[in-house]
């Protein structure tokens, strides 16, 4: 039973990118099968935009170059990341892929403020993800 691993902001986000006709790649630290399967049961739609589940240490840049290659080789880029704690931005903010990366900020905790978020250099904090800008950045 997967209800309930993913929050609602997210979800209705992620429907409302999938629904635009855009895809979806997620990056997570561990090796996470379980993610594409918990999609998949709960909406359909977004499992069918989701092209891969990826894992690295996101402490390093290298998790997230390599998932960019890797989109690169299918003709697309990665837009936005989005993250709920500091430490998941730790490579991306040691990364040339910062200056192209809509970095999102969720605060669900009240782990950090807007200013620590934005002072670091990623791009929006915002408390419920339907709020943040998904735009591309050409």
């Known amino acids: 039973n997967f209800n309930g691993v993913f929050y609602q902001d997210s979800l209705e986000v992620m429907a409302d990118i999938a629904g635009a006709g855009e895809d979806l790649a997620v990056l997570t630290t561990g090796n996470s099968p379980w993610v594409k399967q918990a999609i998949e049961t709960i909406d359909p739609v977004v499992a069918n935009r989701l092209l891969r589940v990826y894992s690295g240490n996101k402490s390093l840049p290298e998790a997230y ?15 936005s990341h989005t993250e709920d704690q500091l430490k998941g931005f730790e490579g991306l903010l ?3 892929l910062l200056e192209q990366v809509n970095g999102i900020y969720v605060e669900r905790a009240d782990l950090a403020t807007p200013d620590e978020v934005l002072g670091l250099g990623i791009s929006h904090y915002v408390r419920d993800l339907r709020n943040a800008p998904y735009l591309r950045r050409e």
């Open 65 to 79: 170059e390599s998932t960019e290659r890797d989109l690169n080789l299918g003709g697309r880029r990665m837009v």
């Open 94 to 96: 040691r990364s040339p």
